[in-house]
């Protein structure tokens, strides 16, 4: 047996809310009834569903213009997310729609990540476009810059102004840059101070050989003039 019952939610191949169809008495009972997609189609159900579509109705056109109000201000924005990435500027990692909306929300633009919209993987350093949609009929383009970590920056900029940091010899670096000048790689302590320590050292030894080089001729005469009275004897 058929019966009419008023669809309180749109039903694929049944119909659209707030419709009244026929449906079998029991797929109403067991299926559509207890799940609150429909009611049967008496009067005062259709008095409780044509209020609740007018309560709906406010609040859907209370947040399209809140959805609006925010689209238009992510339109109006250039973001721009910091990455780590290689001297080929491809990422350590990828720009995922959390990282998008964490970075909009430190900028006051509360932007849920499901509705951040990446067609393609974000892998590189780069300019890129992405759909930011809010409702079937509010969407915006947020314009959005991948950067190089401002950390990874500071540590590229300081072997800048250090080119001895890069193996470049001071020669080149002075001649190449005047304002290296004055900059050399300061020398290890002890360094100079014991190439004349050691060098002293060598000079006392060599003349500590020189003397005894020259006591043994003298010992060698004394012992000569000792044995030749003898001999005459």
């Given at each position: 047996?058929?019966?009419k019952?008023?669809l309180?939610?749109?039903?694929?191949?049944?119909?659209?809310?707030?419709?009244?169809?026929?449906?079998?008495?029991?797929y109403?009972?067991?299926?559509?009834?207890?799940?609150?997609?429909?009611?049967?189609?008496?009067e005062?159900?259709?008095?409780?569903?044509?209020?609740?579509?007018?309560?709906a109705?406010?609040?859907?056109q209370?947040?399209?213009?809140?959805?609006?109000?925010?689209?238009?201000r992510?339109?109006?924005?250039?973001?721009?997310?910091?990455?780590?990435?290689?001297?080929?500027?491809?990422?350590?990692?990828?720009?995922?729609?959390?990282?998008?909306?964490?970075?909009l929300?430190?900028?006051g633009?509360d932007?849920?990540?499901?509705?951040?919209?990446?067609?393609?993987?974000i892998?590189?350093?780069?300019?890129?476009?992405?759909?930011v949609?809010?409702?079937?009929?509010?969407?915006?383009?947020l314009?959005l810059?991948v950067?190089?970590s401002g950390?990874?920056?500071?540590?590229?900029?300081?072997?800048?102004?250090n080119?001895?940091?890069?193996?470049?010899?001071?020669?080149?670096a002075?001649?190449?840059?005047?304002?290296?000048?004055?900059?050399?790689?300061?020398?290890?302590?002890?360094g100079?101070?014991?190439?004349?320590?050691?060098?002293?050292?060598?000079?006392?030894?060599?003349?500590?050989?020189g003397?005894?080089?020259?006591?043994?001729?003298?010992?060698?005469?004394?012992?000569?003039?000792?044995?030749?009275?003898?001999?005459?004897?």
């Amino acid at each position: 047996m058929a019966i009419k019952v008023l669809l309180w939610q749109t039903i694929d191949k049944l119909g659209k809310r707030g419709e009244q169809v026929s449906v079998a008495d029991g797929y109403a009972r067991n299926y559509l009834f207890p799940r609150r997609l429909a009611t049967p189609a008496t009067e005062g159900a259709s008095r409780e569903f044509k209020a609740s579509a007018r309560k709906a109705e406010k609040v859907e056109q209370s947040m399209k213009k809140e959805y609006s109000d925010v689209a238009r201000r992510v339109g109006e924005t250039q973001l721009s997310v910091e990455m780590l990435a290689n001297n080929e500027g491809i990422l350590f990692g990828s720009v995922t729609p959390s990282l998008i909306s964490d970075s909009l929300k430190r900028i006051g633009l509360d932007v849920a990540g499901n509705y951040i919209l990446i067609e393609a993987p974000i892998k590189t350093l780069g300019q890129y476009t992405v759909t930011v949609r809010f409702h079937p009929e509010v969407q915006s383009k947020l314009k959005l810059s991948v950067v190089r970590s401002g950390v990874e920056q500071a540590v590229e900029d300081k072997d800048e102004e250090n080119p001895f940091a890069k193996g470049i010899s001071v020669d080149e670096a002075e001649k190449g840059d005047p304002k290296m000048r004055g900059k050399r790689p300061k020398k290890q302590k002890g360094g100079e101070g014991g190439d004349k320590k050691d060098g002293a050292k060598g000079e006392g030894a060599a003349k500590g050989d020189g003397a005894a080089k020259a006591a043994a001729p003298a010992e060698g005469d004394a012992k000569k003039k000792d044995e030749a009275p003898a001999k005459a004897k």
